[in-house]
Nanobody, 129 residues
Framework: VQLVESGGGLVQAGGSLRLSCELS????????IGWFRQAPGKEREGVAC????????????DVKGRFTISSDSSRDSTKKTVFLQMNALKPEDTAVYFC???????????????????WGKGTLVTVAS
C-alpha cells in the first residue's frame, strides 16, 4: 500500500494550487479518499473527501466553492491519483495538507470528520498575503 502526496508550495493570495495523492496497492474505490489539513497551532481538520463508491464529494464550509476533489480516469482501481484543486486561496488556507484513506467521512459543524486508516506524510501549502 502506497500513498504519496505532492503539489504543495508557496502561492500568493487569490492563486491556485493542485495537490496530488498517488495511491496504489489496494482497491482505492472501496475507500474514502480525503484531505485533512493542520495549520500552525490548530487542530487537524478534514476539508474534502471523495467517496467514489457512493458518488459523493464532501467539503468543509470554509472551502466550498473554492476547492474541488477528483480522481484520474484510470480503469485500474488499484492505482489511482486523487487531486485536490484549490482556487482563490487565502492566507488562512496555509497548512500542512494530508491525504488520507479511510471511511465514514461526514460533516461536523464547519469541518469534516472521518475514520482514517492511512495518513500521508503531508505537503505544506503556504499562502502569502
Amino acid at each position: 500500500v502506497q500513498l504519496v502526496e505532492s503539489g504543495g508550495g508557496l502561492v500568493q493570495a487569490g492563486g491556485s494550487l493542485r495537490l496530488s495523492c498517488e495511491l496504489s496497492g489496494f482497491d482505492v474505490e472501496m475507500y474514502d479518499i480525503g484531505w485533512f489539513r493542520q495549520a500552525p497551532g490548530k487542530e487537524r481538520e478534514g476539508v474534502a473527501c471523495l467517496r467514489a463508491r457512493y458518488g459523493v464529494k464532501l467539503f468543509a464550509e470554509d472551502v466550498k466553492g473554492r476547492f474541488t476533489i477528483s480522481s484520474d480516469s484510470s480503469r485500474d482501481s488499484t492505482k489511482k491519483t486523487v487531486f485536490l484543486q484549490m482556487n482563490a486561496l487565502k492566507p488562512e488556507d496555509t497548512a500542512v495538507y494530508f491525504c488520507t484513506v479511510g471511511a465514514a467521512w461526514a460533516p461536523r459543524g464547519k469541518v469534516l470528520t472521518a475514520s482514517v486508516d492511512l495518513w500521508g506524510k503531508g505537503t505544506l501549502v503556504t499562502v502569502a498575503s
